[in-house]
């Protein structure tokens, strides 16, 4: 007997991008009563507020969510006010540093007002698990603690790697996935959300539930989306991510580096591109720069809007293709007496300008060929090292790598 055709479709919009549905067929059955009873699915996605900013790698999941939502489910988002200060364990080769609960709270503030470009935070439900987890006794956490076994965990590839190698491992980093499968246990979620990194995770909260009297939930997961170098997971400390709120331009101008060798996996997971004309972009029909410009777009798109995007591509277009200057730029007002004889230290220049944070950054940009100065775009010239006296005058114009730009003004 096949799957009715209200299943399917919802079951096709699922299954995009996704790495595993565990078990499909019991999404299927969940995904029929629903429809049958017109009782939503109650999808859990829970995030780890250990850095401030959402990139398009963590995205990659609250699209999903976003995906339920649009198919009539609940979201429910879990805020990990506590786990976050135990630190994921997945794919660490080392303990994670703790962060105070001030720290994630702090960054828990800025996570959700991004996640709203993604996600529908009218409809969602939003709790910590602080709200559970800070009212347990010892007592409660050693019988929950008893549900876990040593030998369960380190079947984990990530712990058993670190103990073939020496490393330590944290007895609280122990507790994270069951501290996650007792979040699934509290929001009674049918199914959760996460990269295929958190695989083992979500399966505790199977195994949890089934333990403790509920019905289970289903894993459904998502790759995990390599950053703009091409070889490591997208991370803002390695420095290789588009951050959904950077600026439009930025945005757009980050995509146009993806490796070709990735743009189908940008496509399908980072955009809502039918895959029909995802295929005709990939196509030898279409140069891989225009299919790249049509990515850098549609991500643009996904975070703004038409107008956005269609500015974005225009400004890029202006500065690469044709070599001109951006049509607007950022200013950058110098005091009178930072300028001497019309100079500047070049490092001093790249500070006062919010072009570098450091000293020793701006050096390295400088060695690296990065910064160059000019009135116009056929007199930019690069500058010659970290120890140079440039001149500047008002209106002088400032670039830094290939897309940073600013109008130096003297005040």
Not at 18 to 35: C, M, N, T, W, Y
Not at 67 to 84: E, K, N, R, S
Not at 109 to 125: F, N, S
């Amino acid at each position: 007997m096949g799957i009715p055709e209200a299943t399917e479709d919802q079951m096709s919009r699922i299954r995009r991008g996704a790495a595993d549905i565990v078990p499909e067929e019991e999404l299927i059955q969940k995904i029929g009563r629903s429809l049958k009873e017109g009782k939503p699915l109650r999808v859990k996605l829970g995030l780890d507020p250990t850095a401030p900013d959402i990139h398009v790698g963590n995205a990659v999941p609250l699209q999903k969510l976003r995906t339920f939502q649009d198919l009539g489910h609940h979201a429910v988002l879990i805020i990990g006010d506590y786990t976050a200060t135990v630190g994921d364990p997945s794919e660490q080769n080392a303990m994670r540093p703790q962060l105070s609960h001030d720290e994630v709270m702090a960054h828990a503030q800025t996570y959700l007002d991004q996640v709203g470009k993604i996600v529908d935070m009218d409809e969602a439900e939003v709790v910590k698990n602080g709200d559970w987890f800070a009212r347990m006794t010892f007592g409660e956490v050693i019988r929950l603690a008893a549900k876990l076994t040593v030998a369960r965990c380190i079947e984990r590839d990530d712990f058993s790697q670190r103990m073939a190698e020496g490393r330590p491992i944290g007895v609280h980093e122990l507790l994270y996935p069951l501290m996650q499968a007792y979040d699934s246990v509290m929001v009674r979620s049918d199914v959760e959300l996460g990269g295929t990194d958190q695989i083992f995770n979500i399966l505790m909260g199977r195994e949890l539930q089934r333990q403790m009297g509920q019905e289970p939930q289903v894993a459904v997961t998502n790759p995990l989306l390599e950053g703009l170098d091409g070889r490591e997971k997208m991370s803002k400390t390695k420095g290789n991510y588009i951050g959904i709120s950077e600026p439009p331009e930025e945005i757009f101008g980050k995509a146009m580096s993806i490796p070709d060798e990735l743009m189908r996996k940008y496509f399908v997971l980072t955009t809502d591109l039918p895959l029909d004309r995802v295929e005709t972009l990939l196509s030898p029909q279409v140069h891989p720069r225009e299919a790249k410009a049509e990515l850098a777009s549609a991500i643009v798109r996904r975070y703004y809007d038409e107008d956005a995007a269609r500015a974005a591509r225009e400004g890029f277009e202006r500065v690469f293709r044709e070599g001109r200057l951006p049509q607007e730029m950022a200013e950058a007002i110098l005091p009178a007496h930072e300028v001497r004889e019309g100079t500047i230290w070049v490092v001093r220049l790249l500070r006062l300008a919010e072009m570098a944070a450091s000293n020793g950054e701006a050096r390295r940009l400088v060695e690296q060929g990065g910064v160059s100065l000019g009135r116009d775009a056929d007199s930019l010239e690069v500058v010659a090292g970290p120890d140079a006296d440039v001149p500047v005058e008002d209106g002088t114009v400032l670039k830094v790598g290939r897309r940073r730009f600013c109008r130096i003004r003297l005040g």
